[in-house]
């Protein structure tokens, strides 16, 4: 069991058609809307995941954020890495959509494609395919930001060592509104894992 201090090793917010990395921001595409944003980001990055078209937008913001905190991750590292998020309007924008698509029983045809997203964990699934990742998941539903929560469930995956890094983060679209905010939790790093700390680059 590690006793050691926990860091924040890199983080990386979405939000208003900008991309910040370690506070730097990498992109910017003004006057678009998410689904052009999200398309000029995955060009930009060379994400290389074709099933990131099919995918709801929970799921690319999500998947997105984490491709960058773990870009530099060797693939060594990343057979345990957990995966610890929360957001506030769980899969709703793709409940929303499912809902509208069976709703006229004169045009019944709902779609798997989308049903298949009716639940918020299912971008977790993404990530760790697309990481190939194959340890803790969880993801969680609060009214705000919960940084002590996710804090505190990250440092226990760590201490009981069933992870030895998490990638924690608040991941939320609802109708074209949406901030991701990811970042790498470890045992090296200049960051120290603090409420505080997380609160300050979470704004």
């Given at each position: 069991?590690?006793?050691s201090p926990l860091y924040i090793q890199t983080y990386?917010?979405?939000e208003n058609n900008?991309?910040?990395?370690?506070?730097?921001?990498?992109?910017?595409?003004?006057?678009?809307?998410?689904?052009?944003?999200?398309k000029s980001s995955y060009k930009e990055f060379e994400v290389n995941y074709p099933k990131f078209f099919k995918m709801d937008s929970l799921s690319k913001l999500a998947l997105m954020a984490a491709e960058l905190v773990l870009k530099e991750v060797s693939e060594l590292e990343k057979e345990n890495i957990g995966l610890v998020f929360a957001n506030?309007?769980?899969?709703?924008?793709?409940?929303?959509?499912?809902?509208?698509?069976?709703?006229?029983?004169?045009?019944?045809?709902?779609?798997?494609?989308?049903?298949?997203?009716?639940?918020?964990?299912?971008c977790l699934g993404e990530i760790s395919i697309k990481q190939q990742l194959k340890s803790e998941h969880a993801f969680f539903?609060?009214?705000t930001f919960n940084a002590e929560f996710i804090n505190q469930y990250a440092e226990a995956l760590i201490m009981e060592q069933k992870s030895?890094?998490?990638?924690c983060g608040?991941?939320?679209?609802?109708?074209?509104t949406y901030k991701a905010f990811v970042y790498l939790v470890g045992t090296k790093g200049t960051i120290e894992l603090t409420k505080e700390n997380v609160e300050k680059l979470y704004t």
């Open positions: 069991m590690t006793t990386c917010k979405i900008t991309i910040v990395l370690k506070g730097d921001t990498v992109f910017v595409e003004e006057a678009v809307d998410f689904k052009s944003f999200m506030s309007s769980s899969s709703l924008d793709t409940d929303i959509a499912h809902q509208e698509s069976i709703q006229d029983s004169a045009n019944y045809f709902p779609s798997p494609a989308v049903f298949v997203y009716t639940l918020p964990n299912i539903i609060f009214d030895n890094q998490v990638v608040w991941v939320d679209y609802l109708k074209g």
